[in-house]
RNA sequence: GGCGGUGUAGCUCAGUAGGUUAGAGCAUGCGGCUCAUAUCCGCAGUGUCGGGGGUUCAAAUCCCUCCACCGCCA
């Protein structure tokens, strides 16, 4: 099979799965995975970007009983709920795989036999120690207790020492294998202090792997064994293969197998650097070049968990920002092996700091003075001189070290590499005071140098942040009167002097605009929710409901809140006077369609400062995939007439 | 308990083939500019480089030891 004469680069995020809400932490991965594929698709490679979701599994099964749905139902459900975060975020991933779809099963079928086949797959007795009340094997690592018997996690009940038949996979015989494939690849594994683990716990030995269980249903049978069901791990890695077209569509798995890196959080690394291998040695398989173990984001210091509640939802932020401040901020304040700290404080320092004064500030001012002093159109400029000369050689310097941090995964050292050259445009702009020049017009041509330089450089800047940032950076190219989308661009073809004379440059609007830390905050309390735990309904008395104040209220105005994406403000009629509020529907509703509407609003509801304006009410909508749909009346109801 | 890692300015961190007064960003103070989103530019600090001991003409950097925290394993 001739491969493209293109360099490929294939890179997978885990695949998640769906008994979870995506959260930050999906979202961080995933983003990584999206910076890096942009900035090879810039760097010529013919790229291949994998994310999906692993779908079978008790959990799963489970979660959906409790919820009266099919399990396939569920992850339906949730599927599109990922989907949507990816789209909101720019992701741009190639193929979303769900380890449901056929041809995924039927791979994992075919690779199960074939191990069979050659004997790593083998039968045998698994014991384990069983939970009865939750009909679930405990996790292996779990430790016994005192008595010696083990203690369900989930159900704090004691469990039974029980056997069954299951198929084991032979990973005792790859621990020489694998040593020696650490050895001969010591970048494997990074960051190297992860792959010091993986080589300690294997050199401990390896036991062989039961990778079948009978007490599950939803899964993918055993081929010719089918009251066996393949265990979630073995299913789920080998979407890797699958997802690029194993057995399917050769051509195109020979062209990007083996991958390049497989990203994933440390939490799965065993499985990654350990398991993955063996089986792909097994199944004869070339071994992927890296796996690569990002950090955790920690909330306020503790790690964020379900149990703990203080999981992080993105569409706050979302909602306020737009993806890219998001993006630039996970991407820049860690490297990627470590762990970061992910408060809101911290989070809008940095983006008002070096999104909204440095990079959009830059953008701003050097916009407007071509705008102001030209008309938007420079069309003649004095020669270069030696400052305006340093200014170029510094961006093809940056722009080569820009690459190679990228090429480095060190998307954290690229960024601020970028943000050191945004410093010296604006300090060049400082040092050349342009808008004194503006008032001689004999200074024209000196005056439009200095312009034309700023705008080269600030083209640039938008071609180097374009992997982290696509929206703002093809949004600052469009300003620059560029027609063509950035990705037409590549690190050989982009040149500094590439902003001709003569183009329009276009009328700017504040790119990313600053936010103040009491609104941002008072708006995340407003949208905080308490989820109920699943399977608990937390019941309240009448008396308590009777407390809510629910009245029909009459769309009187609506106009949208300055500098946000979903705010609306909304003057609502509550039959005694007209009330404010501040609603985030504006993706889903139009201002001129709201007005004259009755709905259910909360009047009692203490009154909360959304963006610098105070909200008097709150009007009930559904929440249907981070969408919100209003109940309007049909009926003609009086304003102000209790709901109850 | 075993293996590995980390401890440097108020905060987040960079800095090891040992070498002139230990750095950056943010925060703080002062000054300048007004094109720009109260933004931008300049200047100014501050540190027993976790403690102790050692090697060396010279150590944040090498060695020993202790303390604290983190990760993996048991």
């Not at 695949?15 to 932490?25: R, T």
């Not at 993955?276 to 071994?287: I, Q, S």
């Not at 605009?513 to 109920?532: G, M, W």
Request: glycine share 6%.
């Amino acid at each position: 099979m001739a491969k493209n004469s293109k360099k490929t680069f294939y890179i997978t995020t885990p695949i998640y799965y769906v008994n979870d809400m995506p959260h930050i932490g999906h979202a961080y991965t995933t983003i990584i995975a999206d910076a890096l594929s942009r900035h090879k698709k810039l760097a010529g490679y013919d790229v291949f970007f994998l994310t999906g979701t692993d779908e079978h599994g008790q959990k799963i099964e489970k979660a959906a009983a409790q919820k009266g749905m099919t399990p396939i139902e569920l992850a339906d459900q949730v599927v599109i709920r990922f989907k949507n975060l990816w789209k909101t975020l720019n992701i741009s991933y190639d193929y979303f795989i769900r380890t449901t779809q056929d041809f995924h099963e039927k791979g994992v079928q075919k690779i199960f036999l074939k191990l069979k086949e050659k004997e790593v797959i083998y039968k045998g007795v698994y014991k384990g120690w069983y939970c009865v009340s939750d009909e679930n094997f405990l996790a292996e690592d779990i430790p016994e207790d005192s008595d010696g018997q083990k203690t369900c996690p989930d159900c704090g009940k004691k469990a039974g020492q029980v056997s069954e038949e299951c198929y084991f996979f032979k990973l005792s015989a790859y621990q020489k294998k694998l040593l020696d494939f650490y050895t001969s690849h010591p970048s494997f594994v990074q960051p190297q202090s992860r792959m010091n683990e993986v080589v300690s716990f294997v050199r401990q030995g390896l036991k062989d792997l039961s990778i079948t269980r009978t007490t599950v249903k939803w899964g993918i049978p055993v081929p010719d064994d089918p009251k066996h069901t393949i265990y979630v791990w073995f299913d789920a890695l080998h979407n890797y293969l699958t997802g690029i077209g194993y057995d399917l569509n050769l051509a195109s798995f020979e062209k990007f197998w083996p991958a390049t890196v497989h990203l994933i959080g440390k939490d799965i690394l065993r499985f990654h650097a350990i398991f993955w291998p063996a089986f792909l040695m097994a199944a004869d398989f070339p071994l992927p070049e890296t796996v690569y173990s990002h950090g955790w984001w920690l909330k306020d210091e503790t790690k964020m968990s379900k149990s703990r509640g203080n999981v992080l939802d993105p569409h706050l932020i979302l909602d306020v920002f737009g993806p890219d401040a998001l993006r630039y901020f996970l991407l820049r304040e860690i490297p990627i092996g470590l762990d970061g700290n992910f408060s809101h404080e911290g989070f809008l320092h940095r983006v008002n700091s070096d999104l909204a004064n440095d990079l959009g500030n830059l953008a701003q001012r050097t916009l407007t003075m071509i705008q102001n002093f030209f008309g938007g159109k420079i069309e003649k400029i004095a020669k270069e001189r030696d400052i305006d000369k340093q200014l170029r050689l510094a961006f093809v310097s940056v722009k080569n070290k820009v690459f190679r941090f990228y090429e480095a995964y060190a998307i954290n050292r690229a960024l601020e590499e970028i943000w050191g050259y945004i410093n010296q445009v604006n300090k060049y702009l400082a040092e050349n005071e342009p808008w004194k020049l503006a008032n001689d017009e004999s200074q024209k041509e000196n005056l439009g140098r200095i312009l034309y330089q700023a705008a080269s450089a600030l083209r640039g800047i938008s071609f180097l942040i374009f992997p982290v940032m696509p929206e703002s950076s093809q949004k600052i190219w469009d300003y620059l009167g560029e027609s063509t989308p950035i990705e037409k661009e590549s690190y050989a073809t982009l040149k500094f002097d590439g902003f001709s004379l003569g183009k329009k440059i276009r009328k700017p609007k504040a790119l990313f605009p600053r936010v103040k830390l009491k609104d941002f905050l008072a708006e995340e309390k407003s949208k905080t929710v308490q989820i109920p735990k699943e399977g608990h309904m937390d019941y309240i008395t009448f008396d308590e409901f009777k407390k809510i104040d629910l009245r029909v209220g009459e769309i009187i105005k609506v106009e949208k809140v300055e500098g946000t994406r979903k705010l609306l403000k909304i003057d609502v009629n509550i039959g005694t006077e007209t009330r404010q509020m501040v609603s985030g529907i504006a993706d889903e509703y139009k201002p001129e369609d709201l007005v004259g509407k009755k709905l259910v609003v909360v009047i009692n509801l203490k009154p909360a400062v959304i963006r610098g304006i105070e909200s008097q009410a709150m009007l009930l909508a559904a929440e249907i995939d981070d969408k919100a749909i209003i109940p309007f009346f049909i009926e003609d109801v009086p304003a102000g007439a209790k709901v109850k």
